[in-house]
């Protein structure tokens, strides 16, 4: 067997840290090599997601001398999520591993990652031990996301991000999902397959800042409840259901009010009644089209990204 490994790492505006990355993830493939743990063929594919910096260039200098790095180009920038997947749908390996530009999750652990691949497991997944190193913010907005996932029935692994080993066979599988949203953490936990976890301690970004402002994080994270539950739409008619009975009462209280000729007293509770539930329709009617937005997109099926060009190709 042939144990040729791709490390995918998409970039976006990384030029304060890339040549750091770069020397370092090259270094470990070379030792991996050397120890026959993975095949001489093994590479390293950077995805540039549309870096307005001077991201490409750098990579591409690397590139001249050095067969073993890849750099694909996307045309514009269409997120790191996509940029993944660009990656391992244009590169052919026994083994990838997925990790981010500021190599915050260690990247020597992608060493005992191929152990467990030689060992048998198909997935790897890193997970963070703890999250000292995330702001006051990520870390409780964190823990309400993968507390609302798990209520509401999506299994997702905590304090795992993208940083992980898939074999060949957990490639295939995942190139069956078709959708357009992805959320890949999501979709590589469906997957299934014989799995294990690595525990590491992420770092701090060492240069540069983060690519994900909170609303870009909270964009992620709603894709992945909405393209894992339906959920949202369930609690809507569970709202109505309330709402109409509520109602109900509401009736009674009217006709009681009128027999006892005390209906006009009652502008408050008829503007706090009109005010609520517009607000419970409007809402509903947004959580609808959101789905419908959903629907949209997959059914345009357009291409998720462009490519510009690929530097040593495989
Ligand atoms: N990234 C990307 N496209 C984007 C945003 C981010 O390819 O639109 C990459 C980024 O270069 C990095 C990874 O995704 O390699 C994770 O981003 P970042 O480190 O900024 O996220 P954080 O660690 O702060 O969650
Ligand atoms: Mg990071």
Redo the contacts with the bound molecule.
């Keep these: 067997m042939d144990n040729k490994l791709i490390i995918i ?6 030029e304060e840290i890339i040549e750091y990355t770069i020397q370092k993830l090259n270094l470990l493939i070379e030792n991996l090599i050397n120890e026959n743990l993975v095949s001489p063929q093994s590479k390293i594919c950077f ?5 307005i910096d001077k ?1 490409e260039e750098i990579i591409q200098s690397y590139c001249k001398n050095n067969p073993k790095i890849m750099l694909i180009n996307l045309s514009s ?4 999520q ?3 997947l660009a990656g391992i749908n244009n590169v052919d390996a026994d083994m990838i591993v997925t ?4 190599l ?1 999750d260690n990247h020597l652990i992608i060493k005992d990652m191929v152990k467990k691949y030689l060992e048998g497991y198909q997935i790897v997944y890193g997970c963070r031990k703890k999250r000292e190193t995330d702001s006051f913010l ?1 870390k409780t907005t964190a823990g309400m996301f993968y507390k609302f996932m798990n209520k509401i029935g999506i299994q997702i692994r905590e304090n795992h ?2 940083f992980r080993l898939m074999s060949r066979l957990a490639i295939e599988k995942l190139k069956e999902y078709k959708e357009k949203t992805i959320f890949l953490r999501g979709i590589v936990q469906n997957i299934g397959l014989k799995s294990t976890e690595i525990y590491y301690d992420r770092l701090e ?1 060492t240069a ?5 402002s909170f609303f ?2 909270l964009e992620l994270a709603w894709t992945g409840i909405t393209s894992f539950s339906i959920f949202p739409l369930r609690l809507i008619t569970i709202i109505g259901a309330v709402t109409s009975f509520i109602s109900i009462l509401i009736l009674f209280y009217g006709v009681i009010s009128y027999f006892k000729h005390a209906a006009v007293q009652g502008w408050t509770s008829i503007i706090m009644t009109i005010a609520f539930f517009s607000g419970i329709i409007i809402m509903s009617l947004g959580i609808i089209g959101e789905y419908l937005g959903k629907v949209l997109i997959e059914v345009k099926n357009r291409p998720l990204y462009h490519i510009k060009d690929i530097i040593n190709k495989m």
Excluded at 208 to 212: C, H, R, S
């Design positions: 790492v998409p970039c976006y505006n990384e995805v540039n997601d549309g870096s991201t920038n269409s997120g790191q996509i940029a993944m990790i981010d530009a500021d915050q990520k991000s993208e970004r540069g800042k983060t690519k994900y870009k994080l």
